[in-house]
């Protein structure tokens, strides 16, 4: 079955420390990975997808085929940055994504 | 283009009667989504088109659930006899999907479901 596990509710950091929310999933094939943020009152928004090796606001993720990974990381954490973050796994074929519980990052001041 | 709409945000019914959201995608975007919410959860998909084709609908899905996408625009997703389990937030999204795989998802604000 396709699994996304993100093994920590909640996450707190201070602002300044580096950050890094885990992601493991279970998927046959070889999926496209992606972290989905959403902000205090605002909607789900992508953040970055595993295909195009980008960074954005700082946050990069490296798919670990080998541990079945995609941890989201970021080197100095700012407080704009509490949010809830959700990894996402989906077949190259089919557009159904299948996401993990979400983590709660707090950066506190 | 505005982004994804959904309507409406809030939607409170007595159980057993039955309720319809609306989605409105991204005019260029050819897929669409249906997931619901439940507090402390993560999306949890329901169904989705390509286009005004249903392909595929979650076995978690009863059949008091039904999804359309006529001429392959705007959605809507009927909960019939409503139940207290029903109680969620029901999330809208499309996306582009292309010969390099799926772009990434653009979300709706939800539907707020609450069955009394």
């Known amino acids: 079955a396709q699994r996304v596990t993100q093994p920590e509710k909640l996450l707190s950091v201070f602002k300044g420390a580096p950050v890094e929310l885990k992601c493991n999933y279970s998927?046959?094939?070889?999926?496209?990975l992606f972290w989905y943020v959403q902000y205090s009152r605002q909607r789900l928004q992508l953040l970055l997808r595993h295909i195009s090796r980008e960074s954005i606001k700082g946050f990069t993720a490296d798919l670990n085929k080998g541990e079945t990974s995609f941890h989201l990381k970021k080197p100095f954490a700012q407080e704009e940055d509490s949010a809830m973050y959700y990894c996402?796994?989906?077949?190259?074929?089919?557009?159904?994504?299948?996401f993990g519980q979400g983590t709660i990052l707090t950066v506190h001041p | 283009d505005t982004g994804v709409s959904q309507n409406p945000r809030h939607k409170i019914t007595k159980r057993g009667q039955n309720v319809t959201f609306r989605c409105d995608p991204i005019s260029e975007h050819n897929r669409l989504y249906w997931y619901r919410q439940t507090l402390g959860q993560g999306p949890e998909f329901l169904t989705y088109?390509?286009?005004?084709?249903?392909?595929?609908k979650s076995r978690l899905l009863s059949d008091r659930f039904s999804a359309e996408r006529p001429k392959g625009s705007f959605s809507t997703l009927e909960i019939q006899r409503t139940e207290q389990g029903d109680s969620a937030m029901y999330l809208c999204?499309?996306?582009?999907?292309?010969?390099?795989?799926?772009?990434?998802?653009?979300f709706g604000s939800g539907t707020r479901l609450t069955v009394v």
């Open positions: 999204a499309s996306s582009l999907h292309g010969t390099g795989g799926s772009y990434g998802y653009t």
């Open positions: 996402a796994a989906g077949g190259t074929s089919y557009g159904k994504l299948t």
């Open positions: 998927y046959s094939g070889s999926p496209e």
């Open positions: 088109f390509q286009n005004e084709a249903q392909l595929e």
